[in-house]
């Protein structure tokens, strides 16, 4: 059975779905984007996905208030069309298509897309196992709270990495760590400190991250925003990445150096089943 997706109003198969060569978002990269996660059936953080896709389209100055289409009906739409109970529905909205031209043009009509994909998230071996991260320099544009489609340097790091027998990047700017190719970068010191970088243009405004944090506080963990080195990452107690895509994520060596006993640690993994429990009890349906 093909794949259903959405594009510009229509549900269409997979195969038979298509955009102008001229759309903004594949000429300049021009368009930004959101992913959910979807669990038994139901939407992940689905409202803060969207409050922040309201302010990417405003840092870009693209003219589409979200709230002139139902967009949970349509997550809901493609989830029922493709029999989705665990994966990601992946959302694009592009300034919209003109004659190729550096000027961004007004009064576009913007291009909206999405999709969805079937993957284990809650049971994932990368979670059991861990994550072994290689640190490349960051030398991404200046705006990276924008969540833009803008994402070759990242592709191209996280491919250097798995080329290399790792599985991702962290990301260095300045001496300090600033985040993972998609996701968002965390240490837990020898005393049991959460340390992560502050909010600011350096780094997406993740929504797992968030949620996250909360939940760390919650457990009467104490939480430090701010940079760290590579050096103190590969001291640190733990390590792990958040993300809409891998939830809470074990880090457990970087750069070839084992994190704390090379293993998974027990506080990482209670941070992630506390998420997935919390996940499961606010989800939208």
Known sequence: MSRIVYVNGAYLPAESAGISIFDRGLLFGDAVY?????????????????QRLRRSL?????????????????????????????????????????????LQPEGLEPSILLFSQA???????????????????????????????????????????VGGG????????NGTVTEGSSSNAHILTADGRLITRGLSHDILHGIT?????DYAREAGLE????????????????AFATSATAFVMPVVSIDGQPIGDGRVGESVRRLRSLYIERSRERLTF
């Open 34 to 50: 959101e992913v959910t996660a979807v669990i038994d059936g139901g939407l992940v953080d689905f409202h803060a996905h969207q």
């Open 166 to 173: 790792a599985d991702d990047v962290w990301m260095v700017d």
């Open 58 to 102: 405003g840092e870009l100055g693209i003219d589409f208030d979200p709230a002139s289409i139902d967009l949970m009906g349509i997550h809901q739409g493609l989830r029922d069309r493709n029999g989705l109970d665990e994966g990601l529905i992946y959302l694009q909205i592009s300034r919209g298509v003109a004659d190729r031209d550096f």
């Open 223 to 238: 939480i430090e925003e701010r940079p760290f080195t590579v050096a103190e990452a590969q001291q640190a107690r733990e």
């Open 209 to 213: 991250r968030a949620a996250v944090l």
């Open 119 to 161: 993957l284990p998230l809650i049971d994932s071996p990368a979670a059991e196992r861990g994550l072994a991260v290689i640190t490349r320099e960051d030398l991404r544009w200046g705006r990276r709270d924008i969540k833009t489609t803008q994402l070759l340097y990242p592709s191209m790091m996280k491919t250097e990495a």
